[in-house]
């Protein structure tokens, strides 16, 4: 059974930056499609980030594009988030997931596994 644990999470200053980590036990990263989510307060959770299995490709939400990266060391069995020129509109909090084969990358559906989350605020 895949387990998924975030963190990195916490306060910081708009313009900042953050990188969180999405470390996996029980079954190996490499085989698995992983996505960033994050769902603020009184909104729906939403696709953030995306790397398919097999260095297959990567995906980004038009609001983070050129500002935040994910990457994965497979020695370490985790995924991570770099999260770059930080805004307050990024406040939320952030879920990693995974799944043997995802159609739609952003769709929650798809995923099997999920982290805890980790909360991430942007405020001066």
């Known amino acids: 059974q895949l387990q998924l644990v975030e963190s990195g999470g916490g306060l910081v200053q708009p313009g900042g930056s953050l990188r969180l980590s999405c470390a996996a036990s029980g079954q190996s990263l490499d085989y698995a499609d992983i996505g960033w989510f994050r769902q603020a307060p009184g909104k729906e959770r939403e696709g953030v980030a995306y790397s398919k299995s097999n260095r297959g490709g990567i995906k980004y939400a038009d609001s983070v594009k050129g500002r935040f990266t994910i990457s994965r060391d497979a020695a370490k069995n985790t995924v991570y988030l770099q999260m770059n020129n930080l805004k307050p509109e990024d406040t939320a909090v952030y879920f990693c997931?995974?799944?043997?084969?995802?159609?739609?990358?952003?769709?929650?559906?798809?995923?099997?596994?999920w982290g805890q989350g980790t909360q991430v605020t942007v405020s001066s």
């Open positions: 997931a995974a799944a043997a084969h995802i159609l739609s990358w952003d769709a929650e559906y798809e995923y099997d596994y």
